[in-house]
Every structure is written in C-alpha cells, then in structure tokens.
C-alpha cells in the first residue's frame, strides 16, 4: 500500500526551476511533519527541507537554503518543494518522508513514513 506518492521530477539546465509534488494518505498526513531528503548514488541520504503540520516552521539544509522552498497544503493531504537556481550537485533521487506528531527533524531515522522517491536530473 503506497501512501506517499511524490512526482515532478526531471531533467532541467543548471538555472532552472523544478517543483516536486507529494501526494499523502490521510492517515499519515494528519498532524505530522513532512520532509524532504535527497539520494545521489552512491552516497547517503541527505535531508533537504522538513515543514511542521502547521506550516509555521520550515528547516533547510545548508545547501539548498535560499534556493528551495517547502510548503503544504492540508486540504489537499500534499507537500511541495519549489526548487531554483538548480545545481548539477542537486541532481538526486527525492524522498519525501512522514513524521507523526507534528515536529519536524533533520534526522532521516525519525521518518517512518517514505515514498518512493522522484528522480531529479540537473545538467551542466
């Protein structure tokens, strides 16, 4: 049963724009924290963005800060990532993750929730 459904990704030039979309069950979205984490091959899983269930505190990774943005939208049981100024060394595969209980961390081992990842190809 998938309940975490992101897309949006793809391939853009190195300066562009990209906007990930996560669509979650009602049932994980409810009350929790949401984040983003990053994957290139090879190398471990990096947090990118995480949003409280309010949407009143946003937490950014050092290298995305002033380029991305996160947001949500409880209506719609979805999160988003805005992403510009793309960089090559932006190119991964990204999560978007759950976080029961409303607190949004950094650390990637207090998500129980994942999907199952959307690619991100930024060329030079």
């Known amino acids: 049963q998938v309940e975490l459904v992101e897309s949006g990704g793809g391939l853009v030039q190195a300066g562009g724009s990209l906007r990930l979309s996560c669509a979650a069950s009602?049932?994980?979205?409810?009350?929790?924290?949401m984040g983003w984490f990053r994957q290139a091959p090879g190398k471990e899983r990096d947090f990118v963005a995480a949003?409280?269930?309010?949407?009143?505190?946003?937490y950014y990774g050092d290298s995305v800060k002033g380029r991305f943005t996160i947001s949500r939208d409880n209506a719609k049981n979805s999160v988003y990532l805005e992403m510009n100024s793309l960089k090559p060394e932006d190119t991964a595969n990204y999560y978007c993750?759950?976080?029961?209980?409303?607190?949004?961390?950094?650390?990637?081992?207090?998500?129980?929730?994942w999907g199952q990842g959307t690619q991100v190809t930024v060329s030079s």
């Open positions: 949003i409280s269930w309010t949407g009143g505190r946003t």
């Open positions: 993750a759950g976080r029961p209980g409303g607190v949004p961390k950094q650390d990637k081992d207090e998500y129980p929730y």
């Open positions: 009602g049932r994980i979205f409810g009350g929790s924290a």
